[in-house]
């Protein structure tokens, strides 16, 4: 994998790893309102890009598993906290929006 490869590989975790993390916010702000049916469909729509950024950072996985070396730069390890950070917040927005349905009830 070259350096362009890689740089393009970073940049789809970053944005689908943004995207999913401005999902979550918006699943949480959708339960605060009391719309859980719509904070629901949020989290369902972070899941996808939550999966869609796993598809892009597998195929480094692979490259690397498959022998192949490659020199990281740093936007790489920028993309992989956003990855970790979309992923925390997807499952820490499902939890609010479950304990304030929960508290609706």
């Known amino acids: 994998m070259n350096k362009e490869e890689l740089y393009n590989l970073s940049f789809q975790l970053i944005l ?8 979550a916010m918006e699943a949480i702000f959708a339960a605060k309102e009391k719309n859980f049916t719509r904070a629901f469909e949020k989290l369902a729509e972070a899941d996808i890009e ?3 950024a796993h598809v892009y950072q597998t195929q480094l996985i692979h490259a690397e ?4 070396s490659f020199e990281i730069p740093i936007i790489l390890i920028h993309a992989q906290d956003h ?4 992923m925390t917040m997807k499952d820490l927005a499902r939890e609010l929006v479950e ?3 929960e508290m609706n009830q």
């Open 50 to 52: 939550i999966t869609s």
């Open 16 to 23: 689908h790893s943004g995207n999913a993390r401005s999902l």
């Open 65 to 68: 598993a498959a022998g192949e």
């Open 83 to 86: 990855l970790m950070t979309g």
């Open 99 to 101: 304990v304030r349905q």
